[in-house]
Antibody, heavy 122, light 106 residues
Framework: EVQLVESGGGLVQPGGSLRLSCAASGFTFSSYWMSWVRQVPGKGLEWVANIKQDGSEKYYVDSVKGRFTISRDNAKNSLYLQMNILRAEDTAVYYC???????????????WGQGILVTVSS | SYELSQPPSVSVSPGQTASISCSGDKLGDKYACWYQQKPGQSPVLVIYQDTKRPSGIPERFSGSNSGNTATLTISGTQAMDEADYYCQAWDSRTAVFGGGTKLTVL
């Protein structure tokens, strides 16, 4: 059974940093692209970042470029999101998701974690 | 940047057919997928590559995509289908979500 379990969320002050982790199990982690998707409570979904199987390619939504870094450790079956210079508008539930990316057109998220809340407030 | 538009809400009576649209420039040239999200839960993939259903998703869920519009259709809608639905596509190495549609079964 595929499982994705996020951790590391919480309350942080504006300008602060936080590192999210996602522990994966039930599949060959190193064979899949992985992503972070966030959702402001009561609002819609927003893709945040992607990382290729070997970590050689990473992509970010414009609003987090230069502040967030996605990474992975295939030996530990873990995905990470380092979030720096946090802003109030980064407050959201952050989901770890397994991405299926095939060619230029196929891209979807077939498994999601339970989500972790990040609150940026003074 | 690429945008996808969905109606904020759709209502349907139990047993009837619900259709939720998702509009974007030349969306039919891309693959669309759909997620269902119930309150307090994580999203669940219900349709991918326009028309395909993941294992475990009931046959009453179907999808289509042509021109500028993708459509999620739920036939014989049940009370358990009440949820938020999001479309998603891929553009310029980024995932784009629609704003979501709240499906009410009444």
């Amino acid at each position: 059974e595929v499982q994705l379990v996020e951790s590391g969320g919480g309350l942080v002050q504006p300008g602060g940093s936080l590192r999210l982790s996602c522990a994966a199990s039930g599949f060959t982690f190193s064979s899949y692209w992985m992503s972070w998707v966030r959702q402001v409570p009561g609002k819609g979904l927003e893709w945040v970042a992607n990382i290729k199987q070997d970590g050689s390619e990473k992509y970010y939504v414009d609003s987090v470029k230069g502040r967030f870094t996605i990474s992975r450790d295939n030996a530990k079956n873990s995905l990470y999101l380092q979030m720096n210079i946090l802003r109030a508008e980064d407050t959201a539930v952050y989901y770890c998701a397994r991405a299926i990316i095939r060619g230029p057109l196929t891209y979807y998220f077939d498994y999601w974690g339970q989500g972790i809340l990040v609150t940026v407030s003074s | 940047s690429y945008e996808l538009s969905q109606p904020p809400s759709v209502s349907v009576s139990p047993g009837q057919t619900a259709s939720i649209s998702c509009s974007g420039d030349k969306l039919g040239d891309k693959y669309a997928c759909w997620y269902q999200q119930k309150p307090g839960q994580s999203p669940v993939l219900v349709i991918y590559q326009d028309t395909k259903r993941p294992s475990g998703i009931p046959e009453r869920f179907s999808g289509s995509n042509s021109g500028n519009t993708a459509t999620l259709t739920i036939s014989g809608t049940q009370a358990m289908d009440e949820a938020d639905y999001y479309c998603q596509a891929w553009d310029s190495r980024t995932a784009v979500f629609g704003g979501g549609t709240k499906l009410t079964v009444l």
